[in-house]
């Protein structure tokens, strides 16, 4: 069974940071592309970051482009996803996702993990 638990999730005010952590089985994480979504109420699932196997290959979502950053420690089999300065409209649910390959649309994903939510206040 494949698992994917988020934490790191919470309430912070705008300009601040949150670092968001996701446990991933061994059986997939070496060899699995990851990526974090978010979904506000009432808005669509919309890619936030991805990264390769290895970690070399960061990729990111214009909106947060110069302010997240995605990480993962293979020894841990987690992934990592640094938020600074924070705005009031990352205000989301945020997933942690595994794929084959690269992506940046939820469809390709094929494992996800629960969610964590991070408010920002303002």
């Known amino acids: 069974q494949v698992q994917l638990v988020e934490s790191g999730g919470g309430l912070v005010q705008a300009g601040g940071s949150l670092r968001l952590s996701c446990a991933v089985s061994e059986r997939i994480f070496g060899s699995y592309w990851m990526g974090w979504f978010r979904q506000a109420p009432g808005k669509e699932r919309e890619f936030v970051a991805t990264i390769n196997w290895s970690g070399a290959l960061p990729y990111y979502g214009d909106s947060v482009k110069g302010r997240f950053r995605i990480s993962r420690d293979n020894a841990k089999n987690t992934v990592y996803l640094q938020m600074n300065s924070l705005k009031s409209e990352d205000t989301a649910v945020y997933y942690c996702?595994?794929?084959?390959?690269?992506?940046?649309?939820?469809?390709?994903?094929?494992?996800w993990g629960q969610g964590t939510q991070v408010t920002v206040s303002s």
């Open positions: 996702a595994a794929a084959r390959g690269y992506g940046r649309s939820w469809s390709e994903y094929e494992y």
